[in-house]
């Protein structure tokens, strides 16, 4: 993407942003609550339309050619995707089915990718009595079953417990040596530094900083994977004036679904800078 902009009034989330990445390699966006990184996965998904800019995914334009861009990604959004009233494996034939993958091979691979993400005892329950963690690997379950070449996955670990979060890692890491691209959003450095080739710092709607994580630990004084301390040292100013950062989310259980996930608007735009 070349000179992305999108204002949402006289917002401008994101005011100018300039990112490539290679095929085949991780892009880990890091930035606090509110920094602009799902409008950025929204317009790269087609979601939502830039005001300004170009942006290709897969080689296509996102605003000419969206439903080629849309047959070439996967996205996990922020929030999950998942019928919490439909059992696992019924979520994944629904995504198959809207996706008009061939019936008998889709069923294979629904029993493939269960068993892969260690869901076949959960499978036939419904998904809301699953924990945090089974219901993010079945989103990601829900993603790769069209066997996207491009994914987006937007914080794909907030809220999970430390297991959980290195199932999430070792799903990328594979999807990665398969030769897919992976673009991803995260509110720690730990987790740019396990997963990603390059890292993107972005604050007040520009990237601040980019470079490989161990480029941007080096900026870091002392060990610190901590947010705030790398908004600090890159920009001089702390990350977020409330709760974005403080890992209180790290360890809360994920919420089940959009509306007790969503801190709210008053909560996001205090946290907007
Ligand atoms: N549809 C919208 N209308 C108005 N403001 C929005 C909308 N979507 C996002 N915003 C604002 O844009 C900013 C960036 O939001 P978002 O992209 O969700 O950030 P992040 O994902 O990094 O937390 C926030 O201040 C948010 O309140
Ligand atoms: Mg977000």
Same mark, same amino acid.
């Given at each position: 993407?070349?000179? =992305? ?5 006289d917002h ?17 966006l ?12 929204? +317009? ?37 995707? +998942? ?8 979520n994944?034939?629904?995504?198959a ?30 998904? =809301? ?15 790769l079953?069209?066997? /996207?070449?491009? +994914?987006?996955?937007?914080? /794909?670990?907030?809220?999970?417990d430390p ?50 994580p ?6 870091v ?25 403080? &890992?209180?989310?790290? +360890? ?7 509306? &007790?996930?969503?801190t ?10």
């Amino acid at each position: 993407m070349v000179g =992305l902009h999108k204002s949402f009034g006289d917002h401008h989330v994101l005011d100018g942003v300039d990112l490539t990445v290679p095929g085949g390699t991780v892009y880990a966006l890091l930035g606090p609550n509110g920094a602009g990184k799902t409008t950025m996965v929204n +317009i790269l998904s087609t979601l939502l339309t830039a005001d300004a800019g170009e942006v290709r995914v897969a080689g296509h334009d996102v605003r000419r050619e969206p439903a080629r861009v849309r047959s070439a990604i996967g996205v996990t959004g922020q929030f999950s995707a +998942i019928d919490m009233f439909l059992t696992g494996r019924e979520n994944l034939r629904l995504m198959a089915d809207l996706s008009h993958l061939d019936r008998r091979s889709a069923a294979r691979d629904v029993a493939a990718l269960l068993d892969r993400f260690d869901l076949v005892e959960a499978a036939d329950r419904r998904a =809301l009595t699953w924990s945090g963690g089974m219901q993010r690997r079945l989103d990601l379950a829900m993603t790769l079953i069209t066997r /996207p070449r491009l +994914i987006f996955l937007d914080e /794909p670990t907030t809220g999970l417990d430390p297991r959980s979060r290195r199932e999430v890692w070792d799903v990328v890491r594979e999807q990665v040596a398969d030769g897919v691209t992976v673009l991803l959003t995260t509110q720690y450095l730990e987790e740019a530094d396990a997963l990603a080739d390059r890292v993107g710092v972005l604050d007040a709607g520009t990237l601040v900083a980019e470079g490989a994580p161990a480029e941007l630990k080096a900026l870091v004084p002392g060990d610190s994977t901590n947010l705030d301390d790398v908004f600090l040292a890159l920009t001089g100013h702390a990350a977020s004036a409330v709760g974005a950062t403080h &890992t209180a989310d790290a +360890i809360a259980p994920t919420a089940p679904n959009a509306s &007790t996930a969503q801190t709210g608007p008053t909560d996001q735009e205090t946290t907007a800078r």
